[in-house]
Structure formats: C-alpha cells, structure tokens
C-alpha cells in the first residue's frame, strides 16, 4: 500500500456507482474521478464536430485535440468548453459506448487516469479500474442490480435534471450498454478477480455507502471518519 489510496468501484450502466463514490470519497476527503465523464467528453467532442461516434477511424483522429479536466466540483471541461450538462443528454449517452470500444481512445484516457491517481487518494468509478486502469487497486468493488432498478434509477435523475426521458428508452440505453461495454475487445466490463460484488437493488444509498466504507476498513484498515 502506497502513500496514497485507491478505491475502483466498477459495475455496468446506472448502478448508482457514481452517487456512491461521490459519497465514499468525500467522507474520506480523497477525490473523485468519473471516468465515464471522460468517455462521455470525448464522445460529445466526436459529435460536436460532425463525425460519427460508429466511425473508428474519424474517431480516434481527433485524439490529439480532445483535452478533457475533470474538477472536484464535478463540472467537466472539453477544450475549455463547459460539458457537464451536455455529456449526459441521451445523445452522448446513445453514442458512448461506440466511443468506449475504441483501443486507441482507451489507452489514451486511461495514461490520463491513471496520472491522476498517482498522487493523492482516489474513489475512482468506472468500468475496467480494477481489472485495466488500476490493477493494484486497495479495494476493489463490483456494484451490481438489476435492470429494472438502474433504469428507475437513471429515470429519476434525468427527470431531476429537466432531461426529457421515456422509461422505454431508458431501459433500452442501459441494456444496449451493458452488452457492448461487457462485449467489446479491449479492457471489457467484468468484475476482478479479488473485487468484492455488492449487490445494490434492495439498499439504499446511504446502505450502500456504508457497506463499502465496512469493507475499506476492513481491507485497509483505515479509521472511517464520523459521517
Ligand atoms: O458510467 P457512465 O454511464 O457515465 O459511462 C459512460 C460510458 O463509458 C459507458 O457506456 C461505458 C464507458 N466507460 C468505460 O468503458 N470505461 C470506464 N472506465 C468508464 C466508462
């Protein structure tokens, strides 16, 4: 274990892993990272410039111009440009998955990521930390539910953002992402070997937040602050 912490927390579309992590690392005051913002930055710099998020090619050329920053309040810049609002519309969120599948954007969000975990203390979600990004993970956790839970889940955060949304298409998204992110060739969703799988539909958030706080302590020994 080094000087500084890292918690991946993986798991398939909607399961609530991003309301989680905010929540473990805020209580720990170690950062947050988003990795599916990132994929989502880029997959909106794809179609702002009129390429097609299917064309591989057309996708990958623009690497050396996407510059993504992620911030600690949870807004996300793409050249400069503010995207938080726009990264989560069903048009990137319909498109992401073709962007995710693509070896060279991978590898080249993932240097990013894994520089930002080098120094300081990290809750970091997404769909490969454990098993690709940070394979020396302190604790590894696979966050699972069903279908119909992360698509109410989902559901309910879009309407709390003024994002229009059927239930039909929401529960659409979430399966036809679940099988190309556990489908595609290169750093796939699955759980790791030593991850610890947490089944998320019967709990709550704050249930969840502290079964995995339970097993931080438990596998590093760090005392929880009071929360
Ligand atoms: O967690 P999210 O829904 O914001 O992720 C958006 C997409 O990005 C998701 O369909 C899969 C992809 N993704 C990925 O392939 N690897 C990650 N580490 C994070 C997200």
């Given at each position: 274990m080094g000087p500084f912490y890292s918690i991946a927390i993986d798991g398939p579309a909607a399961a609530g892993k991003s309301t989680v992590a905010k929540r473990v690392a805020a209580i720990l005051n170690f950062t947050y990272i988003d990795t599916g913002a990132m994929y989502r930055a880029f997959t909106w710099a794809v179609l702002q410039r009129g390429l097609d998020p299917k064309d591989e090619k057309a996708s990958c050329s623009i690497i050396p111009e996407v510059k993504i920053e992620l911030f600690e309040d949870g807004r996300v810049l793409c050249n400069g440009e503010d995207v938080t609002r726009p990264i989560r519309?069903?048009?990137?969120?319909?498109?992401?998955?073709?962007?995710?599948?693509?070896?060279?954007?991978?590898?080249?969000?993932?240097?990013m990521q894994r520089a930002m975990a080098a120094s300081k203390s990290v809750v970091m979600d997404g769909r490969d930390i454990g098993t690709y990004v940070l394979p020396n993970a302190?604790?590894?956790?696979?966050?699972?539910?069903?279908?119909?839970?992360?698509?109410?889940?989902r559901y309910d955060e879009n309407v709390a953002k003024g994002?229009?949304?059927?239930?039909?298409d929401v529960i659409e998204d979430v399966k036809k992402r679940d099988y190309i992110d556990s489908h595609r060739a290169f750093a796939p969703l699955r759980p790791a070997e030593d991850s610890v799988?947490?089944?998320?539909?019967?709990?709550?958030?704050?249930?969840?937040?502290?079964a995995i706080l339970d097993i931080i302590h438990d596998k590093t020994g760090l005392e929880i602050p009071c929360h």
């Open positions: 519309e069903p048009l990137v969120s319909g498109n992401v998955s073709y962007i995710a599948s693509y070896k060279d954007i991978r590898l080249a969000l993932v240097d302190d604790v590894k956790i696979y966050q699972i539910a069903s279908v119909e839970t992360r698509a109410q889940r994002i229009p949304t059927s239930m039909e799988e947490l089944d998320t539909s019967p709990l709550g958030i704050e249930e969840v937040v502290d």
